[in-house]
T-cell receptor, first 113, second 114 residues
Framework: AQSVAQPEDQVNVAEGNPLTVKCTYS??????LFWYVQYPNRGLQFLLK??????LVKGSYGFEAEFNKSQTSFHLKKPSALVSDSALYFC???????????FGTGTSLTVIP | NAGVTQTPKFRVLKTGQSMTLLCAQD?????MYWYRQDPGMGLRLIHY???????AKGEVPDGYNVSRLKKQNFLLGLESAAPSQTSVYFC?????????????FGPGTRLTVT
């Protein structure tokens, strides 16, 4: 069965410090992995994806993510956090048929000024 | 481009009432999806469509029906609303064959069933 786990409900980080939001996955076949961000009372916005190629993928707003096949992880990172990065972050994986996507439960990121 | 729009933004229903949520996209996407978002549970797929005239069940389809009569529209129906259907509903759309796969989401519909 396909699934995504985000082990941390809440992550707090000081402004200017690096941030990491964790994601592990379980999927049959090659993983197609995604990160989305949700600001209050808004829909989800796409940040970045891993389909194939380099294990480090870069996305919007200075975010990047590292794909690690041996650890089945796809952690979201940013070298220097901004207060405006405070939001809810979701990791997702595409199912093997390509028709469905499975989302994690979300991680609330708070960047403290 | 308006992207993905959802109507209505808010709705309060009494148990047993029915309603239809409308999703429209202007990006000529083949795939469309309906999700519900509940605290602590992330997003769960209700139904999806891979093209005009097609629909399929997702993870939590019970109590919902959908239709995709036009490529740009995807309707979600609740025939007899229950309090367990209180949730925020999101529609999304995506391409299927361009190596992209990322989904574009609407702003959501907040539904309360009393």
């Amino acid at each position: 069965a396909q699934s995504v786990a985000q082990p941390e409900d809440q992550v707090n980080v000081a402004e200017g410090n690096p941030l990491t939001v964790k994601c592990t996955y379980s999927v049959s076949g090659n993983p197609y992995l995604f990160w989305y961000v949700q600001y209050p009372n808004r829909g989800l916005q796409f940040l970045l994806k891993y389909i194939t190629g380099d294990n480090l993928v870069k996305g919007s707003y200075g975010f990047e993510a590292e794909f690690n096949k041996s650890q089945t992880s796809f952690h979201l990172k940013k070298p220097s956090a901004l207060v405006s990065d405070s939001a809810l972050y979701f990791c997702a994986v595409r199912g093997p048929t390509g028709n469905q996507f499975y989302f994690g439960t979300g991680t609330s990121l708070t960047v403290i000024p | 481009n308006a992207g993905v729009t959802q109507t209505p933004k808010f709705r309060v229903l009494k148990t047993g009432q029915s309603m239809t949520l409308l999703c429209a996209q202007d990006m000529n996407h083949e795939y469309m999806y309906w999700y519900r978002q509940d605290p602590g549970m992330g997003l769960r797929l209700i139904h999806y469509s891979v093209g005009e005239g097609t629909t399929a069940k997702g993870e939590v389809p019970d109590g919902y029906n959908v239709s995709r009569l036009k490529k740009q529209n995807f309707l979600l129906g609740l025939e007899s609303a229950a309090p367990s259907q209180t949730s925020v509903y999101f529609c999304a759309s995506s391409y299927w064959d361009r190596g992209s796969y990322e989904q574009y989401f609407g702003p959501g519909t907040r539904l309360t069933v009393t």
